[in-house]
């Protein structure tokens, strides 16, 4: 089993509708969770990191699920620019260590 | 601020030839990262910096890469030879702190093809 798990997509979604993917990790003793958006062809960008108490900013919503060892990208009235890769990555044992997901493709179409 | 810059954004070198790719993290920023992306591993950590001195090169395929980090703004990631599989996306990335808990702020990226 991959240490950080998501499906690869891709996920084909109309303009306006809620889209949620979600993204699970093997270290129970993980502590850290971030997604990332990677446009085509660009450098991965922090879209918002997972607090325990969940985390939402404007029409995107991250959970965390503890118990059972996912967290979850919620995004709501899609639109045609939220095209992209969405990589989440976990802390691993070490303090400087991230482990990535392979992400997952997310198309709005119009 | 200008962000991480890297060179050259895109390689096309030939098997056997020697490829270096540059680094320069946002200043202030002691943690630095290369790592390199494929279609078929993804994002695979290479090497991690913490204040110039490298931490963790466990990540580094082979003999045949090699990083250095002479000062807190310039890094290079060297391949000799390279070769066909290492064709791929590499980025530097940079961050204050360990980077394990904060925001990686990633360059462009240099796109190597080898032949």
């Known amino acids: 089993r991959k240490e950080v798990e998501q499906d690869p997509g891709p996920f084909n979604v109309p303009e306006g509708a809620t889209v949620a993917f979600n993204c699970t990790y093997s270290?129970?003793?993980?502590?850290?969770f971030f997604w990332y958006r990677q446009d085509c062809r660009k450098e991965p960008k922090l879209l918002m990191s997972?607090?325990?108490?969940?985390n939402e900013d404007g029409r995107f919503t991250a959970q965390l699920n503890r118990a059972s060892q996912y967290i979850s990208l919620l995004i709501r009235d899609s639109k045609l620019s939220d095209s992209a890769t969405y990589l989440c990555?976990?802390?691993?044992?070490?303090?400087?260590?991230?482990?990535w997901g392979a992400g997952t493709k997310l198309i709005i179409k119009p | 601020d200008a962000g991480v810059i890297q060179s050259p954004r895109h390689e096309v070198t030939e098997m056997g030839q020697e490829v270096t790719l540059r680094c320069k993290p946002i200043?202030?920023?002691?943690?630095l990262f290369w790592y390199r992306q494929t279609m078929m591993r993804g994002l695979e950590l290479l090497i991690y910096?913490?204040?110039?001195?490298?931490?963790?090169d466990s990540g580094m395929p082979e003999d045949r890469f090699s990083a250095k980090m002479p000062n807190a703004s310039f890094s290079t990631l060297k391949i000799q030879p390279s070769e066909p599989r290492d064709s791929a996306v590499y980025f530097c990335?940079?961050?204050?702190?360990?980077?394990?808990?904060?925001?990686?702020?990633f360059g462009e990226g240099s796109r190597l093809t080898v032949l």
């Open positions: 200043s202030g920023h002691n943690s």
């Open positions: 270290n129970s003793a993980s502590q850290s």
């Open positions: 997972v607090y325990s108490s969940g």
């Open positions: 990335a940079s961050t204050r702190g360990a980077g394990g808990t904060g925001e990686l702020f």
């Open positions: 990555a976990v802390n691993g044992d070490s303090n400087y260590q991230l482990i």
């Open positions: 910096f913490n204040n110039n001195v490298p931490i963790d």
